[in-house]
């Protein structure tokens, strides 16, 4: 798997190597990535914490790269074994949630996401007047407009995943978090993702995203696991 990263910011990477000298160097190198850790270190919302949610959960607890988490699932008791993370917040409210995180990941299925979006449309105006929530425009961008009132469980996987990636030109979110984004799509697509992160990140934003396969991001910082 590679991880990609792109933004203004510097990336660095870990060199491994066995002789003595290669492991001091190993080792300074690591504690500036840790460094690097330190700093984008921020709040995190997962809304609906079902497999998908609770995995991403354990990534950013394991990595220790959230100040807090809130975890949001109408039946908080069957994710009560992550209150032994002292970071972490269970709560059914998705807006108290979103009001309390600068990074908001929705885990949830396509078919939920509109409904759950509509109800924090106001939360997430707040502080916020250039956003814009305009789904219309979003769908048409991704080649989806005429697909608006179309039944989710007759849409191809590739026009469930565009539908999920239309998110990016409502956002305002400054990080985002992709995790392979280009999968189900065609090259048509692929270009419109391509380009919108682009963009994003030449505003100012930064995109961290895994993929197996190969895109054409601008200035894009590549680190291969």
């Not at 790269?65 to 009560?80: A, H, P, W």
């Not at 992550?82 to 009001?99: C, G, M, P």
């Not at 759950?116 to 407009?145: C, H, P, Q, W």
Request: proline share 1%.
């Amino acid at each position: 798997m590679q991880w990609k990263a792109h933004s203004e910011e510097r990336t660095r990477t870990c060199n491994v190597k066995r002789d003595p000298r290669g492991n001091a160097k190993k080792i300074k190198e690591i504690s500036s990535f840790e460094g690097m850790k330190k700093s984008i270190i921020m709040k995190v919302a997962i809304i609906g914490a079902g497999s998908l949610g609770q995995s991403i959960a354990k990534g950013l607890l394991t990595n220790k790269v959230v100040d807090s988490l809130y975890l949001t699932k109408r039946n908080t008791s069957s994710i009560i074994k992550f209150k032994r993370y002292n970071r972490v917040i269970l709560t059914s409210d998705n807006e108290e949630a979103v009001k309390n995180s600068d990074i908001i990941i929705f885990a949830v299925q396509p078919r939920h996401l509109r409904v759950i979006l509509e109800n924090l449309k106001y939360t997430m105006r707040l502080g916020n007047d250039n956003l814009d929530l305009d789904f219309s425009d979003a769908l048409k961008k991704v080649g989806l407009k005429k697909f608006e009132n179309e039944l989710v469980g007759k849409l191809s996987a590739g026009q469930k995943k565009r539908i999920a990636l239309s998110l990016l030109f409502i956002t305002q979110s400054k990080v985002w978090l992709l995790d392979e984004p280009f999968s189900a799509l065609d090259s048509k697509a692929i270009k419109i993702i391509e380009t919108r992160v682009e963009d994003h990140c030449n505003s100012g934003g930064i995109c961290i995203l895994t993929t197996h396969q190969e895109c054409n991001i601008k200035n894009m910082k590549e680190i291969s696991l």
